[in-house]
């Protein structure tokens, strides 16, 4: 079960798409309808890894992993993200938690 919010990373680029919980996943514009590298994931607030890869009637369905990422680790991903979106102070960027860090990145692209 998916530990909401969470963050879609697309492999070879730091943009992160922020999902704030599987109402916003669902959304008819929402990430589940979009066509996934075989390398890009989606990442909850528990660090855990889900592959998207699997889709049923066009809809993307994360499959979970065994593979987890650590807050030093989301942390990286976020502060790439933020620079690559022109955030200033990105070195200064903290979180407590892995749920902390893709909050981060909500606030990064309002």
């Known amino acids: 079960m998916i530990s909401w919010p969470g963050v879609v990373s697309m492999a070879g680029d730091a943009e992160l798409i922020y999902v704030a919980d599987q109402r916003d996943w669902d959304a008819d514009d929402g990430p589940c309808h979009s066509v996934y590298a075989e390398d890009d994931y989606l990442l909850d607030a528990s660090g855990q ?6 889709t049923v009637a066009g809809r993307t369905i994360p499959e979970a992993t065994t593979a ?6 989301v942390l990286g ?11 200033c102070c990105v070195a200064k ?15 990064v692209d309002e």
């Open 93 to 107: 960027l903290y979180a407590a938690s892995i749920r902390q860090a893709i909050e981060l990145v909500k606030s």
């Open 68 to 73: 987890t990422r650590t807050l030093i680790e």
């Open 49 to 54: 890894v889900y592959r998207l890869v699997k």
């Open 77 to 87: 991903l976020v502060k790439a993200h933020a620079a690559q979106s022109g955030s």
